[in-house]
């Protein structure tokens, strides 16, 4: 099992940038396909960023294309989410999740919620107008 620890939340104004953290714990973090999620305030949970085991592929939901990166650092054990020209709509709490993949598919990206059984808390990220 993976522990997932998210952090680089906080307020900011609109056109500003934050980078999230997620850093994982446990078993071995190169072995998992990871994705950022987040959810407003009364919406449903929905996909943000997708990255593959492997580190080579990646997928984002249209609204954030050309604003977000998401990378990883398989040495430190962590994910990121470089969030860039940010918007007050993107305001939501953020949260990392985990798939343990094996290596024949390492290049798949996941966008389904039920695509990942192991989650962060989520860290709230308000984007101010």
């Known amino acids: 099992q993976v522990q997932l620890v998210e952090s680089g939340g906080g307020l900011v104004q609109a056109g500003g940038s934050l980078r999230l953290s997620c850093a994982a714990s446990?078993?071995?973090?190169?072995?998992?396909?990871m994705g950022w999620f987040r959810q407003a305030p009364g919406k449903e949970r929905e996909f943000v960023a997708a990255i593959s085991r492997s580190g080579s592929f990646t997928n984002y939901v249209d609204f954030v294309k050309g604003r977000f990166t998401i990378s990883r650092d398989d040495a430190r054990n962590t994910v990121y989410l470089q969030m860039n020209s940010l918007k007050p709509e993107d305001t939501a709490v953020y949260s990392c999740?985990?798939?343990?993949?094996?290596?024949?598919?390492?290049?798949?990206?996941?966008?389904?919620?039920?695509?990942?059984?192991?989650w962060g808390q989520g860290t709230q990220v308000t984007v101010s107008s």
């Open positions: 446990g078993r071995t973090f190169s072995s998992y396909a």
């Open positions: 999740a985990a798939r343990e993949v094996a290596a024949y598919i390492r290049n798949n990206c996941y966008q389904r919620i039920s695509d990942y059984p192991y």
